[in-house]
């Protein structure tokens, strides 16, 4: 198309313009003179051979309608979030790498290549500037090949190319012998049952990760602070309870105590749905990253039920107690073990036999009531609400004695008046089931991105009431929508259509990174 284009003389439009074939045979026919056509020709080779870049292209129709397509140019942002950036960089290589040997000097200048200079054919040059032998142990290299996704026949092929054994690199059969050794190590073991698969050792699990932390001495230690916001620091052993002593079970031993922090959470999602039993020794870099974690358990379900989750916790929760009660040995010291409990808000209620968010105590910190209310007025008193903002921190915390309590009061031997059934709301205090776990409250942590979709929409409602309040109902709303239009035409985000409508979490980062257009509205 481009070629009969830029063949098309700027004449009539009734004029019959030629067709391939006549351009064919007058150059076969020398009929096009360099001298008069070689401008012509050369547009043809440049259309041709080059990936030009026009300001518009031109299309005539057989009716000799010419509709031209013009080049709009958009600016761009200077200043653009992480992701952006990236994106960017990406382009700007793949544009590189349409030049010729580009793809290879953006790799060498990208850093992700080594340029070595060998001869592999002189024998002079081999083992002086020859690749060195790769030290790594074959389940190094199975650790390496796991984590980037690359099959051992592709990464037979790069060990072949670059010269088979001499470099150090396993060869396959080596590499399926660890990994079979790997696969029967306790902390690899899988059982399966009825509620789904369960790691077979969570202990074996969290005392392999913690010698991969010594050897790696990557181990950092996590101190509690005091009042005043200063660490404690760590001075005495753990001391391993006698055996008639059943223990606090709080998993909270007190902050001089050396100590190592377990994570336990509950995580719902995927397709087909899953609940997982995800663990974690926070005591190292990033913790969070998924390479650090430990996979407890996949249970087929697409509700954390209660039922549910208290089979797939009872194959684990034997073990965890034992974690707790015995600590873990690491560095010659027996250290105790400070176990915190992780998940949303709903699945942190199930473990914990609550009633939910809509309950009358709904806070699994505190005890405040959700709303003051004529039927909880002592309560309310009692306790205070949740509508007391002006309190820093709430006056009375939830103990993990109480969920001891709770749990001997559904315990089947539990004497009448002291069942769950036979509680008030001050002895249930709004939890209705025995709770699997019996934690400090205050290790009861939200998972860190609830915490930062739930915190950025709040601010944004807030400053609408806060108009509504001052100004009225109209100018209420006609703030909501400039803020709305702000979000959307400005900060570039819009609230997600699953997730109750809150913006997602890399959005919210962009409203916080975007938040000067929010001075703009009339707000003054
Ligand atoms: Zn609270």
Do not use: C, H, W
């Given at each position: 198309m481009r070629l009969l284009t830029a063949l098309?003389?700027?004449?009539?439009?009734r004029v019959q313009p030629p067709t391939c074939g006549d351009v064919l045979v007058a150059w076969r026919d020398a009929a096009l003179w360099n001298d008069r056509d070689g401008s012509e020709l050369q547009a043809i080779a440049e259309t041709i051979l080059l990936r030009s870049t026009p300001p518009d292209i031109r299309l005539r129709h057989a009716n000799g309608q010419e509709v031209v397509y013009a080049r709009q140019v958009t600016a761009r942002r200077p200043v653009v979030g992480r992701i952006q950036g990236y994106r960017r960089l990406a382009h700007g290589m793949r544009l590189l790498s349409g030049a010729v040997g580009g793809n290879a000097s953006a790799s060498v200048a990208a850093g992700a290549v080594n340029i070595t200079v060998t001869a592999p054919s002189c024998r002079r040059g081999r083992g002086s500037g020859a690749l060195v032998p790769i030290s790594a142990t074959p389940e190094q290299q199975l650790g390496l090949i796991a984590r980037h996704g690359v099959s051992l026949s592709a990464f037979n092929g790069l060990r072949m190319g670059m010269g088979g054994s001499q470099v150090g690199l396993s060869s396959p059969s080596v590499l399926r012998e660890s990994r079979k050794r790997l696969a029967g190590l306790p902390s690899k073991g899988v059982f399966v049952t009825a509620s789904g698969a369960h790691l077979m050792s969570i202990k074996a699990a969290v005392h392999e990760k913690l010698d991969a932390l010594s050897a790696s001495n990557s181990f950092v230690e996590r101190l509690l602070r005091d009042e005043h916001l200063q660490p404690v620091s760590q001075t005495v052993a753990h001391e391993v309870p006698p055996a008639d002593d059943p223990g606090s079970g709080a998993a909270a031993p007190p902050a001089n105590v050396m100590d190592v922090h377990l994570t336990l959470g509950l995580d719902k999602g995927g397709d087909p749905s899953s609940v997982n039993i995800v663990m974690g020794v926070i005591?190292?870099?990033?913790?969070?990253k998924i390479d650090n974690t430990i996979l407890g358990a996949v249970c087929l379900a697409n509700k954390d039920r209660y039922d549910e989750v208290a089979e797939m916790l009872s194959e684990h929760l034997e073990q965890v107690g034992q974690l707790v009660r015995e600590g873990v040995v690491f560095g010659g010291v027996r250290r105790a073990v400070r176990r915190f409990f992780s998940g949303d808000y709903e699945a942190l209620c199930t473990v914990h036999g609550h009633k939910g968010p809509?309950?009358?105590?709904?806070c699994l910190n505190c005890l405040s009531t959700r709303a003051p209310s004529s039927a909880h007025a002592d309560l309310d008193t009692l306790y205070?609400?949740?509508?007391?903002?002006?309190?820093?921190?709430?006056s009375h915390p939830r103990s993990a004695s109480h969920l001891v309590r709770m749990v001997a009061a559904g315990a089947p031997g539990a004497s009448p008046g002291q069942q769950i059934s036979d509680l008030s709301q001050a002895g249930h205090r709004s939890i209705d089931r025995p709770p699997l776990f019996t934690i400090d409250?205050?290790?009861?942590v939200p998972i860190p991105l609830h915490v930062l979709l739930g915190t950025t929409l709040r601010p944004l409602r807030l400053a609408v009431e806060i108009v509504i309040s001052c100004r009225g109902s109209n100018d209420g709303q006609t703030f909501a929508n400039e803020l709305a239009e702000t979000l959307r035409r400005v900060v570039r985000v819009r609230p997600a259509s699953?997730?109750?409508?809150v913006f997602i979490g890399r959005d919210c980062h962009t409203i916080a990174q975007g938040a000067t257009p929010f001075a703009a509205p009339s707000l003054v």
């Open positions: 098309l003389p700027r004449a009539p439009s005591n190292q870099r990033r913790p969070q809509s309950a009358t105590m709904p205070g609400t949740l509508q007391d903002v002006d309190r820093p921190t709430p409250p205050r290790q009861i699953y997730l109750g409508g």
